[in-house]
């Protein structure tokens, strides 16, 4: 059975105005409400120079007792890792290739109890992140995938992104009966403490690693543990590193070969002991 909820109405989108300032009736709520838990913001990234520094400043601050926002950046050419730096946020770096393997990398150097992903793009709405944490708290749950086909904004995805989309995520329902509705969404809200159990661990460097960790929580957490809120979805800013061809495939073969066994792990799971972090002082930008 599809289990899909809604985040609940706090007038996200409906900023009032208190003398002459927009407000926002989550974060004033929120604010008044301190969450009592550790939280990471992970981003993964390779150029994303133009559209970094205003995804850095959309997520909500003092909201919880401790807030960690970090970059895990691919051998960034531009300006991504500078940028980072000059909004004091943390900078990972994991030589490694693959979207994926930058998230088993921070996945494993992540400081927070609760860890959240995002593009580092302007797509996902991040200020919706505490209203997702408080939900990841308030219902006992482990993890939360956010769908973004229900609520996509016009021009968020083109029409070819959009079927490819409808296309793995049917596969991935047909192979694993797991029933999200969007199985390659780059947002999601759970538990570090869920990979203490090595069966949790994504294996796949690359985007499968998406659809990957969504097959497994549902199969190792449960329905009723990992759940899928529908949030919108927004225009990208700046160029993709996504291939929509090459990548297409990548994924399908994925879904496929790991219904039946075949998918094999490429790297160990973590960071290398070597991986330069802001927090060392010994990135290459810091030298």
């Not at 979805?233 to 994925?254: C, M, Q, S």
Request: net charge neutral.
């Amino acid at each position: 059975m599809h289990v899909q909820r809604d985040l609940p109405n706090y007038g996200l989108l409906n900023n009032r105005l208190i003398g002459g300032f927009k407000t926002n009736p989550l974060v004033d709520r929120i604010m008044a409400d301190k969450l009592p838990v550790s939280v990471t913001v992970i981003l993964p990234t390779r150029n994303e120079e133009e559209a970094l520094g205003p995804t850095v400043d959309s997520i909500p601050r003092d909201w919880c007792d401790e807030l960690e926002i970090m970059i895990v950046d691919g051998s960034s050419t531009d300006r991504t890792r500078e940028i980072a730096l000059e909004k004091g946020i943390r900078v990972h770096l994991e030589p490694r290739k693959g979207y994926g393997r930058a998230y088993r990398t921070g996945f494993d150097v992540a400081k927070g109890d609760i860890i959240i992903t995002m593009d580092a793009d302007c797509t996902y709405p991040a200020e919706v992140v505490p209203d997702l944490v408080r939900k990841l708290l308030d219902e006992n749950l482990d993890f939360i995938t956010c769908d973004r086909l229900t609520k996509a904004e016009e021009g968020s995805m083109s029409g070819l992104h959009g079927f490819g989309n409808w296309m793995l995520s049917f596969n991935a329902r047909m192979a694993f009966g797991y029933g999200i509705k969007d199985s390659q969404s780059g947002m999601w809200v759970f538990h570090k403490k869920i990979f203490e159990n090595p069966k949790m661990r994504p294996t796949n460097d690359g985007m499968p690693l998406s659809e990957e960790i969504k097959i497994l929580a549902r199969k190792v957490l449960g329905k009723k543990k990992a759940i899928e809120v529908s949030v919108p979805y927004r225009p990208r800013v700046g160029d993709a590193e996504i291939h929509t061809w090459g990548d297409g495939w990548k994924n399908l073969r994925f879904i496929w070969a790991k219904r039946f066994g075949l998918h094999r792990t490429r790297s160990e799971w973590g960071a290398l002991e070597d991986n330069p972090d802001s927090l060392n002082g010994d990135l290459p930008e810091q030298k």
